[in-house]
Protein backbone atom coordinates (compact mmCIF):
# COMPACT_ATOMS: atom_id res chain seq x y z
CA UNK A 1 0.00 0.00 0.00
CA UNK A 2 1.51 3.46 -0.84
CA UNK A 3 2.05 5.98 2.02
CA UNK A 4 -0.54 8.59 1.67
CA UNK A 5 -2.88 5.75 1.36
CA UNK A 6 -1.78 4.44 3.89
CA UNK A 7 -2.78 7.35 6.15
CA UNK A 8 -6.04 7.96 4.78
CA UNK A 9 -7.14 4.31 5.95
CA UNK A 10 -5.66 4.40 9.46
CA UNK A 11 -7.68 8.25 9.39
CA UNK A 12 -10.91 6.42 8.04
CA UNK A 13 -9.70 3.07 10.69
CA UNK A 14 -9.51 5.91 14.07
CA UNK A 15 -12.43 7.40 12.73
CA UNK A 16 -15.20 4.62 11.53
CA UNK A 17 -13.67 1.30 13.41
CA UNK A 18 -13.23 -0.91 10.74
CA UNK A 19 -11.90 -4.05 8.70
CA UNK A 20 -9.05 -3.41 6.39
CA UNK A 21 -7.58 -5.77 3.71
CA UNK A 22 -4.78 -6.07 1.16
CA UNK A 23 -4.18 -7.56 -1.87
CA UNK A 24 -1.75 -6.69 -4.46
CA UNK A 25 -1.67 -2.82 -3.23
CA UNK A 26 -4.83 -2.26 -3.12
CA UNK A 27 -6.51 -1.24 0.05
CA UNK A 28 -10.25 -2.97 0.87
CA UNK A 29 -12.02 -0.93 3.37
CA UNK A 30 -14.64 -2.89 4.97
CA UNK A 31 -17.87 -0.16 5.92
CA UNK A 32 -21.30 -1.21 7.79
CA UNK A 33 -24.64 -0.22 5.86
CA UNK A 34 -25.28 2.12 8.31
CA UNK A 35 -21.97 3.93 7.96
CA UNK A 36 -21.59 4.16 4.18
CA UNK A 37 -23.16 7.41 3.72
CA UNK A 38 -21.24 9.28 6.08
CA UNK A 39 -18.04 7.21 5.17
CA UNK A 40 -18.21 8.08 1.10
CA UNK A 41 -19.05 12.22 2.98
CA UNK A 42 -15.93 12.17 4.71
CA UNK A 43 -13.90 10.90 1.82
CA UNK A 44 -15.37 13.27 -0.65
CA UNK A 45 -15.35 16.09 1.49
CA UNK A 46 -11.84 15.31 3.82
CA UNK A 47 -9.98 12.97 1.54
CA UNK A 48 -10.52 14.47 -2.04
CA UNK A 49 -11.78 11.52 -3.48
CA UNK A 50 -14.20 13.27 -5.91
CA UNK A 51 -14.36 10.41 -8.48
CA UNK A 52 -16.86 7.22 -7.73
CA UNK A 53 -15.21 5.12 -10.92
CA UNK A 54 -17.09 2.03 -10.56
CA UNK A 55 -19.90 0.63 -7.99
CA UNK A 56 -21.08 -3.13 -8.14
CA UNK A 57 -21.80 -6.08 -6.29
CA UNK A 58 -21.37 -9.35 -5.84
CA UNK A 59 -23.53 -12.54 -4.67
CA UNK A 60 -21.94 -14.95 -2.05
CA UNK A 61 -25.30 -17.29 -2.27
CA UNK A 62 -25.48 -19.99 -0.80
CA UNK A 63 -23.95 -17.54 1.89
CA UNK A 64 -26.72 -15.36 4.18
CA UNK A 65 -24.79 -13.57 6.28
CA UNK A 66 -23.63 -11.40 4.42
CA UNK A 67 -24.78 -12.61 1.10
CA UNK A 68 -24.00 -9.49 -0.87
CA UNK A 69 -20.80 -7.01 -0.91
CA UNK A 70 -21.05 -3.49 -2.30
CA UNK A 71 -18.56 -2.12 -3.71
CA UNK A 72 -17.50 1.46 -4.17
CA UNK A 73 -14.25 1.91 -6.10
CA UNK A 74 -12.99 5.50 -5.53
CA UNK A 75 -9.86 7.58 -7.16
CA UNK A 76 -9.01 10.52 -6.17
CA UNK A 77 -7.85 12.91 -8.90
CA UNK A 78 -6.20 15.41 -6.80
CA UNK A 79 -4.20 12.71 -4.51
CA UNK A 80 -4.07 10.40 -7.80
CA UNK A 81 -5.30 7.55 -5.05
CA UNK A 82 -7.66 4.50 -5.65
CA UNK A 83 -9.65 3.15 -2.70
CA UNK A 84 -11.87 0.11 -2.93
CA UNK A 85 -14.94 0.23 0.11
CA UNK A 86 -16.72 -2.40 0.63
CA UNK A 87 -20.63 -2.95 2.27
CA UNK A 88 -21.12 -6.72 3.28
CA UNK A 89 -24.99 -6.40 2.97
CA UNK A 90 -27.73 -8.82 4.49
CA UNK A 91 -29.61 -11.79 2.18
CA UNK A 92 -32.91 -11.11 3.57
CA UNK A 93 -34.69 -7.87 2.03
CA UNK A 94 -31.26 -6.34 0.96
CA UNK A 95 -30.88 -2.94 1.38
CA UNK A 96 -28.18 0.02 1.53
CA UNK A 97 -28.86 3.61 1.77
CA UNK A 98 -28.21 5.67 -1.62
CA UNK A 99 -25.41 7.51 -2.24
CA UNK A 100 -26.54 9.26 -4.87
CA UNK A 101 -26.74 12.74 -3.47
CA UNK A 102 -22.66 12.21 -2.97
CA UNK A 103 -21.85 10.94 -6.27
CA UNK A 104 -24.17 11.55 -8.94
CA UNK A 105 -23.17 9.13 -11.07
CA UNK A 106 -24.20 6.66 -8.34
CA UNK A 107 -28.04 7.08 -9.60
CA UNK A 108 -27.56 4.81 -12.26
CA UNK A 109 -25.04 2.62 -10.89
CA UNK A 110 -27.52 1.54 -8.09
CA UNK A 111 -30.47 1.58 -10.94
CA UNK A 112 -28.25 -0.94 -12.22
CA UNK A 113 -27.81 -3.16 -8.62
CA UNK A 114 -31.10 -3.19 -8.22
CA UNK A 115 -32.04 -4.54 -11.39
CA UNK A 116 -29.34 -7.10 -11.70
CA UNK A 117 -28.74 -7.95 -7.90
CA UNK A 118 -32.43 -7.02 -6.42
CA UNK A 119 -30.75 -4.79 -3.50
CA UNK A 120 -32.90 -2.08 -2.57
CA UNK A 121 -31.73 1.75 -2.24
CA UNK A 122 -33.51 3.30 0.43
CA UNK A 123 -34.44 6.81 -0.47
CA UNK A 124 -33.53 6.77 -3.76
CA UNK A 125 -34.70 9.12 -6.45
CA UNK A 126 -35.73 7.15 -9.16
CA UNK A 127 -35.72 3.31 -8.68
CA UNK A 128 -36.65 2.02 -11.46
CA UNK A 129 -34.84 -1.31 -13.60
CA UNK A 130 -32.22 0.26 -16.16
CA UNK A 131 -30.93 -2.60 -18.14
CA UNK A 132 -34.00 -5.62 -18.23
CA UNK A 133 -37.04 -4.45 -19.26
CA UNK A 134 -39.60 -3.19 -16.05
CA UNK A 135 -41.76 -6.23 -15.93
CA UNK A 136 -38.79 -8.63 -15.67
CA UNK A 137 -38.62 -10.97 -13.21
CA UNK A 138 -35.80 -11.60 -11.14
CA UNK A 139 -32.13 -10.66 -10.48
CA UNK A 140 -29.96 -12.48 -13.51
CA UNK A 141 -26.29 -11.73 -11.62
CA UNK A 142 -27.47 -13.48 -9.13
CA UNK A 143 -26.22 -16.66 -8.08
CA UNK A 144 -29.53 -18.24 -7.93
CA UNK A 145 -30.80 -17.44 -11.36
CA UNK A 146 -29.54 -19.77 -13.86
CA UNK A 147 -27.75 -18.78 -17.21
CA UNK A 148 -30.96 -19.38 -19.66
CA UNK A 149 -30.26 -20.26 -23.26
CA UNK A 150 -32.73 -20.57 -26.11
CA UNK A 151 -33.24 -23.74 -27.97
CA UNK A 152 -32.52 -24.06 -31.54
CA UNK A 153 -35.28 -25.09 -33.80
CA UNK A 154 -34.82 -26.96 -36.74
CA UNK A 155 -37.37 -28.54 -38.86
CA UNK A 156 -37.72 -31.66 -37.44
CA UNK A 157 -38.66 -30.04 -34.25
CA UNK A 158 -40.02 -26.96 -35.00
CA UNK A 159 -43.34 -27.80 -33.92
CA UNK A 160 -41.86 -29.76 -30.43
CA UNK A 161 -39.63 -26.86 -29.27
CA UNK A 162 -42.68 -24.40 -30.12
CA UNK A 163 -45.13 -25.76 -27.66
CA UNK A 164 -42.66 -25.55 -24.36
CA UNK A 165 -41.61 -22.30 -25.68
CA UNK A 166 -42.09 -19.51 -23.03
CA UNK A 167 -43.47 -16.81 -25.05
CA UNK A 168 -44.76 -13.12 -22.98
CA UNK A 169 -48.09 -13.44 -22.31
CA UNK A 170 -50.94 -12.03 -24.29
CA UNK B 1 -53.33 -9.27 -31.06
CA UNK B 2 -51.36 -7.61 -28.39
CA UNK B 3 -53.65 -4.22 -27.19
CA UNK B 4 -51.14 -1.19 -27.83
CA UNK B 5 -51.71 0.69 -24.44
CA UNK B 6 -51.52 4.24 -23.78
CA UNK B 7 -48.56 5.55 -22.19
CA UNK B 8 -48.66 7.82 -19.38
CA UNK B 9 -46.39 9.79 -17.27
CA UNK B 10 -47.38 7.94 -14.13
CA UNK B 11 -44.12 6.36 -13.92
CA UNK B 12 -42.20 9.29 -14.65
CA UNK B 13 -43.99 11.82 -12.79
CA UNK B 14 -40.50 12.54 -10.47
CA UNK B 15 -38.12 13.09 -13.68
CA UNK B 16 -40.26 15.40 -15.78
CA UNK B 17 -41.22 19.44 -14.68
CA UNK B 18 -45.04 20.02 -13.44
CA UNK B 19 -45.85 21.88 -16.64
CA UNK B 20 -45.11 17.93 -18.79
CA UNK B 21 -47.75 16.69 -16.67
CA UNK B 22 -50.40 19.52 -17.01
CA UNK B 23 -49.28 19.52 -20.77
CA UNK B 24 -48.00 22.61 -21.40
CA UNK B 25 -44.57 21.15 -22.87
CA UNK B 26 -44.53 18.14 -25.19
CA UNK B 27 -42.89 14.87 -24.48
CA UNK B 28 -41.15 13.66 -27.24
CA UNK B 29 -39.59 10.38 -27.72
CA UNK B 30 -36.94 9.95 -30.10
CA UNK B 31 -34.94 6.25 -30.99
CA UNK B 32 -34.60 3.82 -30.06
CA UNK B 33 -34.38 3.46 -33.88
CA UNK B 34 -33.39 7.01 -35.09
CA UNK B 35 -29.58 7.51 -36.89
CA UNK B 36 -28.11 9.88 -34.90
CA UNK B 37 -28.70 8.41 -31.52
CA UNK B 38 -25.61 5.92 -32.99
CA UNK B 39 -27.20 3.06 -31.62
CA UNK B 40 -30.16 1.89 -29.84
CA UNK B 41 -30.55 4.82 -27.48
CA UNK B 42 -34.02 5.87 -26.47
CA UNK B 43 -34.25 9.36 -25.29
CA UNK B 44 -37.43 10.84 -24.10
CA UNK B 45 -37.22 14.41 -24.25
CA UNK B 46 -39.08 17.36 -23.02
CA UNK B 47 -39.89 20.13 -24.97
CA UNK B 48 -40.52 24.23 -24.74
CA UNK B 49 -41.25 24.56 -28.12
CA UNK B 50 -38.24 23.10 -29.81
CA UNK B 51 -35.61 24.11 -26.19
CA UNK B 52 -35.25 20.83 -24.48
CA UNK B 53 -36.28 21.20 -21.02
CA UNK B 54 -35.67 17.81 -19.89
CA UNK B 55 -33.84 14.63 -21.10
CA UNK B 56 -34.26 10.94 -20.16
CA UNK B 57 -31.93 8.61 -20.99
CA UNK B 58 -33.40 4.95 -21.65
CA UNK B 59 -30.67 1.96 -22.07
CA UNK B 60 -30.86 -1.07 -22.14
CA UNK B 61 -31.73 -2.37 -25.73
CA UNK B 62 -28.32 -4.29 -26.19
CA UNK B 63 -28.17 -5.87 -22.91
CA UNK B 64 -26.91 -9.19 -23.50
CA UNK B 65 -25.77 -10.12 -20.15
CA UNK B 66 -22.04 -10.45 -20.74
CA UNK B 67 -21.02 -10.19 -17.13
CA UNK B 68 -23.37 -13.11 -16.73
CA UNK B 69 -21.94 -15.39 -19.39
CA UNK B 70 -18.04 -14.25 -18.19
CA UNK B 71 -19.27 -16.00 -14.80
CA UNK B 72 -19.67 -19.53 -16.62
CA UNK B 73 -16.24 -19.64 -18.52
CA UNK B 74 -12.74 -20.28 -17.73
CA UNK B 75 -10.03 -17.10 -17.66
CA UNK B 76 -9.43 -17.50 -21.40
CA UNK B 77 -12.40 -18.33 -22.55
CA UNK B 78 -14.26 -15.13 -20.96
CA UNK B 79 -11.74 -13.01 -23.09
CA UNK B 80 -13.53 -12.98 -25.98
CA UNK B 81 -16.64 -11.74 -24.51
CA UNK B 82 -14.61 -8.29 -23.81
CA UNK B 83 -14.24 -7.95 -27.82
CA UNK B 84 -17.90 -7.64 -27.79
CA UNK B 85 -18.66 -4.75 -25.53
CA UNK B 86 -17.16 -1.55 -27.04
CA UNK B 87 -16.56 -2.83 -30.57
CA UNK B 88 -15.05 0.44 -31.29
CA UNK B 89 -12.26 -0.07 -29.35
CA UNK B 90 -11.86 -4.29 -28.89
CA UNK B 91 -8.04 -4.51 -28.37
CA UNK B 92 -8.16 -1.87 -25.62
CA UNK B 93 -10.81 -4.10 -23.71
CA UNK B 94 -8.45 -6.97 -24.19
CA UNK B 95 -6.21 -5.03 -22.64
CA UNK B 96 -8.06 -4.24 -19.80
CA UNK B 97 -9.38 -7.81 -19.49
CA UNK B 98 -6.04 -9.73 -19.29
CA UNK B 99 -4.43 -6.75 -17.20
CA UNK B 100 -6.86 -7.33 -14.56
CA UNK B 101 -6.06 -11.43 -15.42
CA UNK B 102 -2.42 -11.14 -14.64
CA UNK B 103 -2.67 -8.47 -11.54
CA UNK B 104 -4.87 -11.19 -10.27
CA UNK B 105 -2.77 -14.26 -10.74
CA UNK B 106 -0.06 -11.92 -10.85
CA UNK B 107 1.69 -12.93 -14.19
CA UNK B 108 4.46 -11.19 -16.07
CA UNK B 109 4.46 -9.60 -19.68
CA UNK B 110 7.44 -9.80 -21.63
CA UNK B 111 8.56 -6.36 -23.12
CA UNK B 112 7.92 -7.25 -26.53
CA UNK B 113 4.38 -8.18 -25.77
CA UNK B 114 4.06 -4.79 -23.57
CA UNK B 115 5.11 -2.94 -26.39
CA UNK B 116 2.79 -4.18 -29.23
CA UNK B 117 0.14 -4.06 -26.46
CA UNK B 118 0.86 -0.10 -26.34
CA UNK B 119 1.25 -0.20 -30.37
CA UNK B 120 -1.98 -1.70 -30.97
CA UNK B 121 -4.13 0.08 -28.09
CA UNK B 122 -3.10 3.06 -29.75
CA UNK B 123 -3.79 2.53 -33.08
CA UNK B 124 -7.15 1.07 -32.03
CA UNK B 125 -8.11 4.55 -30.03
CA UNK B 126 -6.94 6.67 -33.33
CA UNK B 127 -9.79 4.06 -35.00
CA UNK B 128 -12.20 4.64 -32.17
CA UNK B 129 -12.04 8.48 -32.69
CA UNK B 130 -12.01 8.57 -36.34
CA UNK B 131 -15.32 7.01 -36.13
CA UNK B 132 -16.46 9.52 -33.89
CA UNK B 133 -15.56 11.96 -35.74
CA UNK B 134 -17.04 10.64 -39.38
CA UNK B 135 -20.41 10.18 -37.36
CA UNK B 136 -20.24 13.32 -35.58
CA UNK B 137 -19.44 15.39 -38.93
CA UNK B 138 -22.34 13.47 -40.27
CA UNK B 139 -24.46 14.32 -38.00
CA UNK B 140 -23.80 17.88 -38.33
CA UNK B 141 -24.09 17.57 -42.09
CA UNK B 142 -20.48 17.19 -43.55
CA UNK B 143 -21.50 13.93 -45.25
CA UNK B 144 -18.10 13.27 -47.04
CA UNK B 145 -16.30 13.14 -43.56
CA UNK B 146 -17.53 10.33 -43.45
CA UNK B 147 -16.07 8.40 -45.97
CA UNK B 148 -12.77 9.99 -45.81
CA UNK B 149 -12.63 8.21 -41.85
CA UNK B 150 -13.58 5.13 -43.16
CA UNK B 151 -10.58 4.96 -45.77
CA UNK B 152 -8.73 5.44 -42.88
CA UNK B 153 -10.09 3.44 -40.32
CA UNK B 154 -10.22 0.80 -42.90
CA UNK B 155 -6.51 0.93 -43.13
CA UNK B 156 -6.08 0.48 -39.19
CA UNK B 157 -8.64 -2.84 -39.47
CA UNK B 158 -6.08 -4.03 -42.43
CA UNK B 159 -3.46 -3.93 -40.02
CA UNK B 160 -5.25 -5.75 -37.11
CA UNK B 161 -6.47 -8.64 -39.41
CA UNK B 162 -3.06 -8.98 -40.82
CA UNK B 163 -1.89 -9.53 -37.31
CA UNK B 164 -4.91 -11.95 -36.16
CA UNK B 165 -6.83 -12.55 -39.03
CA UNK B 166 -9.77 -10.77 -37.53
CA UNK B 167 -10.94 -6.79 -38.46
CA UNK B 168 -12.63 -6.14 -35.20
CA UNK B 169 -13.02 -9.39 -32.85
CA UNK B 170 -9.51 -9.49 -32.25
CA UNK B 171 -8.64 -11.55 -28.84
CA UNK B 172 -4.55 -11.04 -30.07
CA UNK B 173 -3.93 -9.37 -26.89
CA UNK B 174 -4.18 -12.47 -24.03
CA UNK B 175 -3.33 -12.71 -20.57
CA UNK B 176 0.46 -13.00 -20.31
CA UNK B 177 1.31 -11.06 -23.32
CA UNK B 178 -0.23 -11.49 -27.19
CA UNK B 179 -1.29 -14.59 -28.87
CA UNK B 180 1.56 -14.82 -31.40
CA UNK B 181 4.57 -12.71 -32.91
CA UNK B 182 3.37 -10.62 -36.02
CA UNK B 183 4.24 -11.14 -39.00
CA UNK B 184 7.29 -9.71 -40.93
CA UNK B 185 4.75 -6.85 -43.68
CA UNK B 186 3.73 -5.67 -40.29
CA UNK B 187 6.44 -2.71 -40.12
CA UNK B 188 5.83 -1.76 -43.68
CA UNK B 189 2.05 -1.73 -43.22
CA UNK B 190 2.87 0.55 -39.54
CA UNK B 191 5.19 2.64 -41.66
CA UNK B 192 2.49 3.39 -44.44
CA UNK B 193 -0.11 4.54 -41.94
CA UNK B 194 2.66 6.74 -40.05
CA UNK B 195 3.12 8.31 -43.39
CA UNK B 196 0.12 8.79 -44.66
CA UNK B 197 -2.22 9.66 -41.62
CA UNK B 198 -0.74 13.10 -40.58
CA UNK B 199 -1.34 14.80 -44.07
CA UNK B 200 -5.31 13.04 -43.79
CA UNK B 201 -5.09 14.00 -40.39
CA UNK B 202 -4.46 18.31 -41.99
CA UNK B 203 -7.41 18.00 -44.28
CA UNK B 204 -10.05 16.59 -41.66
CA UNK B 205 -8.81 20.12 -39.36
CA UNK B 206 -8.49 22.10 -42.81
CA UNK B 207 -12.44 20.80 -43.30
CA UNK B 208 -13.54 21.11 -40.01
CA UNK B 209 -11.65 23.07 -37.65
CA UNK B 210 -12.39 26.44 -38.88
CA UNK B 211 -15.31 25.79 -40.45
CA UNK B 212 -18.26 28.56 -39.99
CA UNK B 213 -21.06 25.68 -39.65
CA UNK B 214 -19.42 23.29 -37.47
CA UNK B 215 -18.28 26.28 -35.40
CA UNK B 216 -22.08 27.54 -34.94
CA UNK B 217 -23.32 23.88 -33.92
CA UNK B 218 -20.31 23.61 -31.62
CA UNK B 219 -18.74 25.99 -30.09
CA UNK B 220 -20.70 27.01 -26.21
CA UNK B 221 -23.16 24.18 -26.96
CA UNK B 222 -23.44 21.54 -24.59
CA UNK B 223 -21.42 22.98 -21.43
CA UNK B 224 -20.11 20.99 -18.68
CA UNK B 225 -18.19 21.88 -15.48
CA UNK B 226 -15.71 20.25 -14.05
CA UNK B 227 -17.65 20.01 -10.78
CA UNK B 228 -20.48 18.30 -12.97
CA UNK B 229 -17.76 16.39 -14.30
CA UNK B 230 -16.46 14.79 -11.46
CA UNK B 231 -19.75 14.47 -9.65
CA UNK B 232 -21.23 11.88 -12.81
CA UNK B 233 -18.39 10.06 -12.98
CA UNK B 234 -17.25 11.04 -16.32
CA UNK B 235 -13.89 10.48 -17.81
CA UNK B 236 -11.56 10.04 -21.23
CA UNK B 237 -11.32 13.12 -23.32
CA UNK B 238 -14.98 14.46 -21.84
CA UNK B 239 -13.60 15.18 -18.25
CA UNK B 240 -10.32 16.40 -19.92
CA UNK B 241 -12.56 19.11 -21.85
CA UNK B 242 -13.47 20.58 -18.21
CA UNK B 243 -9.85 20.84 -17.42
CA UNK B 244 -9.40 17.97 -15.61
CA UNK B 245 -5.99 16.53 -16.05
CA UNK B 246 -6.69 13.21 -15.58
CA UNK B 247 -5.18 10.54 -18.19
CA UNK B 248 -4.03 7.08 -16.43
CA UNK B 249 -1.80 6.30 -19.27
CA UNK B 250 0.36 9.44 -17.43
CA UNK B 251 -1.26 8.98 -13.86
CA UNK B 252 -0.67 5.28 -13.01
CA UNK B 253 1.54 4.22 -16.26
CA UNK B 254 0.93 0.60 -17.42
CA UNK B 255 2.58 -1.50 -19.87
CA UNK B 256 5.75 0.91 -19.86
CA UNK B 257 3.38 4.24 -21.19
CA UNK B 258 6.41 5.94 -18.87
CA UNK B 259 8.74 5.46 -21.39
CA UNK B 260 6.75 7.06 -24.34
CA UNK B 261 7.47 11.16 -24.91
CA UNK B 262 3.50 12.46 -25.35
CA UNK B 263 1.19 14.96 -23.85
CA UNK B 264 -2.52 14.80 -22.74
CA UNK B 265 -4.41 17.71 -24.63
CA UNK B 266 -6.56 19.53 -22.33
CA UNK B 267 -9.11 22.65 -23.01
CA UNK B 268 -11.50 24.30 -19.99
CA UNK B 269 -14.39 25.12 -21.86
CA UNK B 270 -16.28 21.87 -21.48
CA UNK B 271 -18.36 22.65 -24.56
CA UNK B 272 -18.83 20.45 -27.55
CA UNK B 273 -15.65 22.60 -29.13
CA UNK B 274 -13.18 21.84 -26.79
CA UNK B 275 -14.36 18.17 -27.00
CA UNK B 276 -13.71 18.12 -30.67
CA UNK B 277 -10.50 19.80 -30.34
CA UNK B 278 -9.09 17.40 -27.42
CA UNK B 279 -9.96 14.28 -29.58
CA UNK B 280 -8.37 15.63 -32.89
CA UNK B 281 -5.56 16.62 -31.08
CA UNK B 282 -5.28 12.92 -28.87
CA UNK B 283 -5.11 11.32 -32.52
CA UNK B 284 -2.00 13.12 -33.17
CA UNK B 285 -0.51 12.30 -29.64
CA UNK B 286 -1.32 8.85 -30.57
CA UNK B 287 0.46 9.08 -33.78
CA UNK B 288 3.58 9.61 -31.98
CA UNK B 289 3.44 6.91 -29.36
CA UNK B 290 2.56 4.36 -32.24
CA UNK B 291 5.89 5.94 -33.55
CA UNK B 292 7.57 5.56 -30.90
CA UNK B 293 6.28 1.93 -30.24
CA UNK B 294 7.65 0.87 -33.53
CA UNK B 295 10.63 2.41 -33.78
CA UNK B 296 11.71 0.37 -30.06
CA UNK B 297 9.98 -2.86 -30.70
CA UNK B 298 12.58 -4.79 -28.99
CA UNK B 299 12.85 -8.85 -29.95
CA UNK B 300 12.15 -11.49 -28.08
CA UNK B 301 9.18 -13.90 -26.90
CA UNK B 302 5.50 -12.61 -27.12
CA UNK B 303 4.31 -14.60 -24.52
CA UNK B 304 5.37 -15.55 -21.00
CA UNK B 305 6.72 -18.63 -19.90
CA UNK B 306 4.99 -19.02 -17.02
CA UNK B 307 3.77 -23.10 -17.85
CA UNK B 308 0.91 -22.66 -14.79
CA UNK B 309 -0.45 -20.18 -17.16
CA UNK B 310 0.36 -20.09 -20.79
CA UNK B 311 0.10 -23.39 -22.59
CA UNK B 312 3.85 -24.55 -24.84
CA UNK B 313 4.64 -23.84 -27.73
CA UNK B 314 3.19 -26.60 -30.29
CA UNK B 315 6.73 -27.78 -31.08
CA UNK B 316 7.72 -28.57 -27.33
CA UNK B 317 4.76 -30.82 -26.98
CA UNK B 318 5.83 -33.50 -29.46
CA UNK B 319 9.15 -33.81 -27.56
CA UNK B 320 8.28 -33.11 -23.53
CA UNK B 321 5.69 -34.87 -21.34
CA UNK B 322 5.69 -32.00 -19.04
CA UNK B 323 4.76 -29.77 -21.89
CA UNK B 324 1.55 -32.13 -23.37
CA UNK B 325 0.51 -32.29 -19.46
CA UNK B 326 0.70 -28.56 -19.07
CA UNK B 327 -1.35 -27.80 -22.48
CA UNK B 328 -3.91 -30.58 -21.59
CA UNK B 329 -4.80 -29.21 -18.49
CA UNK B 330 -4.87 -25.28 -19.31
CA UNK B 331 -7.03 -26.21 -22.22
CA UNK B 332 -9.43 -28.22 -20.32
CA UNK B 333 -9.53 -27.01 -16.84
CA UNK B 334 -7.93 -23.72 -17.16
CA UNK B 335 -5.25 -21.88 -14.34
CA UNK B 336 -6.57 -21.50 -11.12
CA UNK B 337 -6.72 -18.08 -9.69
CA UNK B 338 -7.11 -17.15 -6.10
CA UNK B 339 -9.74 -16.47 -3.63
CA UNK B 340 -9.33 -12.55 -3.70
CA UNK B 341 -10.13 -9.26 -5.79
CA UNK B 342 -8.78 -6.59 -7.58
CA UNK B 343 -9.89 -4.08 -9.90
CA UNK B 344 -7.65 -2.61 -12.74
CA UNK B 345 -8.03 -0.01 -15.01
CA UNK B 346 -6.99 1.59 -18.24
CA UNK B 347 -7.27 5.02 -20.57
CA UNK B 348 -9.25 3.95 -23.49
CA UNK B 349 -10.89 5.96 -26.30
CA UNK B 350 -14.09 7.29 -23.95
CA UNK B 351 -12.81 7.17 -20.74
CA UNK B 352 -11.25 4.96 -17.70
CA UNK B 353 -12.35 1.24 -18.95
CA UNK B 354 -12.11 -0.41 -15.00
CA UNK B 355 -12.32 -4.15 -14.86
CA UNK B 356 -13.10 -5.60 -11.32
CA UNK B 357 -12.61 -9.67 -11.24
CA UNK B 358 -12.79 -11.33 -8.48
CA UNK B 359 -11.74 -15.60 -8.07
CA UNK B 360 -12.68 -18.31 -5.97
CA UNK B 361 -9.71 -20.10 -6.02
CA UNK B 362 -11.27 -22.17 -9.55
CA UNK B 363 -10.34 -21.55 -12.79
CA UNK B 364 -13.87 -19.65 -13.21
CA UNK B 365 -13.72 -15.81 -12.74
CA UNK B 366 -16.75 -15.60 -9.77
CA UNK B 367 -17.61 -11.86 -10.46
CA UNK B 368 -16.76 -9.63 -13.51
CA UNK B 369 -17.74 -6.42 -13.89
CA UNK B 370 -16.75 -3.74 -16.65
CA UNK B 371 -16.61 -0.54 -15.40
CA UNK B 372 -17.51 0.88 -18.98
CA UNK B 373 -16.99 4.49 -19.43
CA UNK B 374 -20.15 5.25 -21.97
CA UNK B 375 -22.11 3.92 -18.66
CA UNK B 376 -21.17 7.37 -17.39
CA UNK B 377 -20.68 9.64 -20.30
CA UNK B 378 -24.64 9.23 -21.40
CA UNK B 379 -25.75 10.21 -17.49
CA UNK B 380 -24.61 13.77 -18.63
CA UNK B 381 -26.64 14.03 -21.39
CA UNK B 382 -29.57 15.44 -19.45
CA UNK B 383 -27.21 18.11 -17.72
CA UNK B 384 -25.26 18.67 -21.26
CA UNK B 385 -28.86 19.31 -23.45
CA UNK B 386 -30.83 21.44 -21.43
CA UNK B 387 -32.11 24.95 -22.24
CA UNK B 388 -30.47 24.28 -26.06
CA UNK B 389 -32.50 23.67 -28.77
CA UNK B 390 -33.50 20.09 -29.92
CA UNK B 391 -30.92 20.16 -33.21
CA UNK B 392 -28.03 20.84 -30.86
CA UNK B 393 -28.94 17.62 -28.85
CA UNK B 394 -28.12 15.74 -31.81
CA UNK B 395 -24.23 17.84 -31.88
CA UNK B 396 -24.33 16.63 -27.97
CA UNK B 397 -24.50 13.33 -28.74
CA UNK B 398 -22.24 13.21 -31.50
CA UNK B 399 -19.63 14.86 -29.45
CA UNK B 400 -20.13 12.51 -26.39
CA UNK B 401 -19.06 9.43 -28.26
CA UNK B 402 -20.49 6.96 -26.83
CA UNK B 403 -20.82 2.74 -28.00
CA UNK B 404 -24.19 1.47 -26.73
CA UNK B 405 -22.50 -2.15 -26.72
CA UNK B 406 -20.39 -0.27 -24.19
CA UNK B 407 -23.07 0.82 -21.84
CA UNK B 408 -25.52 -2.18 -21.91
CA UNK B 409 -23.19 -4.92 -22.14
Partial sequence: MENKLEK???????QFKLQVEEFRGEAHVFVGVTQIVDALTWLRDQQGFELLSAMTAVDYWPQAEPRFHVIYQLTSVANNLFLMVRVPVNGDQPEVPTVSGIYACANWREREIWDMFGIRFADHP???????????????????YPLGYEEPQFTFNYEEIDLRKPYAEE | MTQIEEVTLDELKHLVSNRAITGETMMLNMGPQHPATHGVLRLLVELDGEIVINCIPDIGFLHTGIEKNMEAKTYQKAEVMTDRLDYLNTVGNNLAYCMAVEKLVDLDVPPRAQTLRVLLTELQRIASHLIWIGTHALDLAAMSMFMYTFREREQILDILELISGQRMMTTYIRPGGVWRDVPVEFEAAVRDFLKTFPKRLDEYEGLLTRNPFILDRLLGIGKLTKEQALSHGVTGPILRATGVDWDLRKKRPYMGYEEYDFNVP??????????????????RESLKIVEQALNRLPMGPVRSDNRKFIPPPRSEIGTSME????????WTEGFDAPKASIYSAVEGPRGELGVYLEGDGGPKPYRVHMRTPSFENVGVIAEMAKGHLIADLIAIIGSIDFVLGDIDR
Fill in chain 1, 8 to 14: IVQAMQA
Fill in chain 1, 126 to 144: DPRRILMPPDWEGHPLRKD
Fill in chain 2, 266 to 283: LRTEGDNYARYLVRMQEM
Fill in chain 2, 323 to 330: ALIHHFKL
